[in-house]
């Protein structure tokens, strides 16, 4: 898709849980080169619908699509390839590892572990990994953690964390990040750097991102559109400002 058309298209996603609908008839649109915000009250389906999108979760019903193309159900490592990606906390057998040790491990930035290697011998292997840390320490530089290269990734602060999961996405050539909730737990001035990542990634390297959060200055900060669910659904869509003026969304963060 060419930025300002639709890149990723939900069409009547239902995700149950047993009897209960955690999502219910949801349609939105993404539009390429956007940085578009999901909000909602707490229960609403936002991360059920991440998760059905990125392929963590098989829809009950509907059709997601990507370019066009027919991507419902695929699984996460299928996505990945076609630069689609949803951060994940950096999981706890990573984090004795060094921040760029992190970064050096995104599937799909490394090969030096593939069985064909072994035939080309050590010195490619070596080759690799020089550029693979290369573009790890570039990544580090433009997140302005250069200096916690060598931290280990379980010592670094909980913003910090955050950026190394943005920055992980770095390592590919996505074109599309889900973040969830990456604002969270996370004080004012990393929260602040962090908005400032996203936009640069959208305005400098044309990621277009979709981002649940609660933080309404973050969301009003680098989020236009704002999609608001609620029970499953869209209820609206449009500015921060003209979501926080609708009706129906107000009944809804009341009703909570
Ligand atoms: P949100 O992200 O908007 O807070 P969620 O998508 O996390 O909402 O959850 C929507 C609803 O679905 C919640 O009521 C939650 O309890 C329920 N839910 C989520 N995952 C499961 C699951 N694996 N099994 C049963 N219920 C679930």
């Not at 898709?1 to 349609?27: L, N, Q, S």
């Not at 964390?161 to 990393?190: P, S």
């Not at 659904?233 to 009706?247: F, M, W």
Request: aromatic residues 6%; negative net charge.
């Amino acid at each position: 898709a060419a930025p300002g058309e639709h890149m990723i298209v939900v069409e009547d996603v239902h995700k149950h849980f047993g009897g209960f609908h955690a999502v219910d008839g949801a349609t939105l649109e993404i539009t390429k080169g956007s940085v578009t915000g999901l909000i909602g009250p707490n229960g609403a389906g936002k991360t059920t619908l991440f998760n059905v999108i990125a392929g963590v979760l098989p829809p009950t019903s509907g059709k997601v699509t990507m370019d066009g193309e027919d991507i419902t159900g695929l699984p996460p490592h299928e996505l990945f390839h076609k630069g689609l990606l949803r951060t994940f906390q950096i999981a706890h057998e990573f984090s004795s590892m060094t921040c760029r040790e992190n970064l050096m491990m995104v599937p799909g930035g490394q090969s030096g572990e593939a069985l064909w290697n072994t035939w080309f011998g050590r010195k490619r292997i070596a080759d690799e990994e020089r550029a693979l840390r290369a573009k790890a320490d570039e990544v580090l530089e433009f997140l302005t953690i250069e200096h916690l290269a060598d931290h280990k990734a379980g010592q670094v602060s909980g913003g910090q964390k955050k950026l190394l999961e943005l920055g992980r996405t770095m390592m590919v050539d996505a074109k599309i990040v889900f973040l969830d909730e990456v604002g969270a737990g996370v004080n004012r001035t990393l929260l602040m750097t962090i908005a400032d990542t996203i936009l640069r990634l959208n305005k400098e390297r044309g990621y277009t991102f979709v981002v649940i959060e609660h933080d309404m200055d973050f969301i009003g900060k680098i989020c236009d559109p704002v999609i608001c669910m609620a029970e499953g659904r869209v209820l609206a869509q449009g500015t921060l400002d003209e979501i926080k003026a609708n009706e129906h969304v107000i009944e809804a963060y009341l009703g909570t």
